[in-house]
């Protein structure tokens, strides 16, 4: 089985710091956050990975190269403009090359493994299966409507559900995907949905289960979300492995190399060789590489940055 990681979104919700880092080489708990697909993806045997990427495609190379200080083989595709998840499946289909694949989303956390169902893929000999799990508002997510463990029907983002199963952002594919992504069509939101083509699959008769996740699982596309994604992998405590002057708060990593003077922070994250030295309050921030913060107070930097952009002054 090989994996395909999929890591070509512009990670607008975390604008404006993606404009310069990649959303999956943004460090959660010390560590880029694709390293931890690489983790779950070794976990179940898949070691040969090809990474769609799109604009930030130079610096995801740069940063990963060929995969092996991370143990794994990388190979990477090029997504040049962002029309959807089955879109960017599509760049991977000479790499999978007729094998079956893992399909995971780059900005996607999850706090146990895969094992069961990589077992339960290769042992039901089914065409798709989806990890899914019971939220509370499943109107946000591709929902699956399931008899037993089969799924019968997928409806991405509808406005009301019975089923509360989210699809959970990792799926098992063999090769009866290639069939269906030719004769896909954009959504009304103008994407080739990965739901859809799913859908389209158990339309032609094909065999798409249903794994139930019970494990936690994150999507770090937000500040909120990317926090909370920190502070359940750091496990509540503080991490600290800058130099530091100042109270640090809980839920905080300092990044190696990072420089805190005469401060307090809580609820951030300072990357790795920035410096920072305020007479005020740094709270639920982010401080980018090589970014000095001086004299002034930062509050909620990722929603306000824009607006507060003076208080930070590249080195």
């Known amino acids: 089985m090989k994996g395909v990681i999929l890591a070509a979104g512009k990670g607008t919700r975390l604008y404006p710091i993606t404009r310069h880092i990649p959303k999956p080489l943004l460090p959660i708990a010390n560590r880029p956050t694709i390293h931890y697909a690489f983790d779950r993806l070794k976990e179940i045997g898949v070691s040969d990975i090809c990474v769609v990427v799109g604009g930030s495609g130079d610096r995801m190379k740069e940063t990963l190269g060929d995969g092996a200080s991370c143990g794994v083989g990388l190979t990477y595709v090029t997504q ?96 009866e995907i290639w069939s269906v992504l030719p004769d896909l069509a954009p959504s009304a939101r103008g994407e080739y949905e990965i739901t859809d083509a799913i859908q389209m699959l158990i339309d032609r008769g094909a065999d798409v289960r249903a794994g139930v996740y019970e494990g936690t699982w994150f999507d770090t596309g937000t500040l909120d979300s990317f926090l909370q994604t920190s502070d359940f992998l750091i496990d509540g405590a503080t991490l600290v492995e800058g130099d530091v002057d100042g109270e640090i708060g809980p839920n905080v990593v300092v990044g190696t190399g990072a420089t805190v003077r005469c401060g307090r922070i809580s609820n951030s994250v300072v990357f790795p060789d920035a410096s920072v030295s305020v007479t005020g309050d740094i709270s639920r921030s982010l401080l980018a590489d090589n970014v000095t913060s001086s004299e002034s107070i930062v509050d909620d930097i990722c929603y306000g940055m824009e607006r507060r952009s003076e208080d930070l002054v590249p080195r």
């Open 80 to 175: 040049h403009l962002p029309q959807g998840l089955a879109h960017a499946v599509g760049y991977a289909k000479d790499f999978v090359a007729g094998d079956s694949f893992v399909l995971y989303l780059g900005d996607a956390i999850y706090g146990d493994g895969f094992q069961e169902y990589a077992r339960y893929f290769k042992d039901s000999r089914c065409a798709n299966l989806n990890l899914v799990k019971p939220v509370e508002d499943p109107t946000r997510f591709g929902v699956a409507y399931v008899d037993g463990d089969r799924i019968v029907k997928l409806v991405e983002k509808p406005p009301t559900t019975t089923s509360n199963l989210a699809m959970a952002g990792m799926y098992f594919f063999g090769p």
